[in-house]
């Protein structure tokens, strides 16, 4: 523990050469740090805990980010199996009807989801959620009646002549997607990310299932 200091600072007034005890030193700056005994770990804990807390921001951000991640780890990880069982046109046919099938999800509630978390009391909100799935059934049907009036014109089409026996499945899927949407702003404003976030894989692995078993 004591050691002889040799350095010009080490001699006192007197001009000899003393001995200091180090450890003992160490053990006086320590606390002046305030870096030890264990409250560097408690300022970080303070400073953490209303991130990582229940009902914090970030660890909503961080559940509903981790849900979708593992969802689209589903989709990539299944793709080696489908490019085995359909061939590319049967993908340019999915990918043609899914962009308008998320396009027409977009538009067909008018945005009225979007007040769902925003709405005052519970009764407002539950009219916004009954009025954005009504427009979503209603926009729905008229695209049924939109398939069945031009149905001619999109079957001479070269680009939608390949995917016309798919369009009767659209308005399914537009009040499938759109009630799916609006109950995600739903479940937004009732704080149940981790719902949430279970549905966005669920949704992943019954869509594989689903494409997998179709391609047998």
């Known amino acids: 523990r004591g050691l002889e200091c040799v350095e010009p600072e080490c001699f006192g007034g007197s001009g000899d050469l003393h001995t200091i005890d180090y450890a003992q030193v160490n053990d006086q700056k320590a606390p002046q740090s305030g870096l030890y005994g264990g409250e560097w770990t408690h300022r970080v804990s303070a400073a953490v805990a209303p991130l990582l807390g229940p009902g914090a921001f970030f660890r909503s951000v961080l559940l509903l980010a981790s849900g979708s991640a593992l969802g689209q780890l589903i989709v990539v990880t299944a793709l080696p199996i489908l490019t085995r069982l359909f061939d590319p046109a049967a993908f340019g046919v ?13 538009v067909c509630m008018l945005r009225y989801e979007a007040g769902i978390v925003i709405s005052d009391g519970e009764g407002e909100a539950v009219n916004v959620l009954t009025l954005a799935i009504s427009m979503a059934v209603l926009s729905a049907g008229l695209s049924m009646v939109g398939i069945l009036m031009f149905r001619s014109w999109l079957g001479s089409s070269p680009k939608f002549a390949a995917v016309l026996h798919y369009w009767y499945w659209l308005p399914i899927g537009v009040i499938a997607t759109s009630a799916y949407t609006a109950l995600s702003y739903w479940a937004v404003r009732k704080q149940s990310y981790k719902v949430l976030a279970r549905t966005k894989v669920t949704q992943s692995i019954g869509m594989v299932v689903a494409q997998i078993a179709a391609g047998f």
């Open 94 to 106: 999915l990918g043609t009807y899914t962009a308008t099938l998320a396009v027409s999800s977009a």
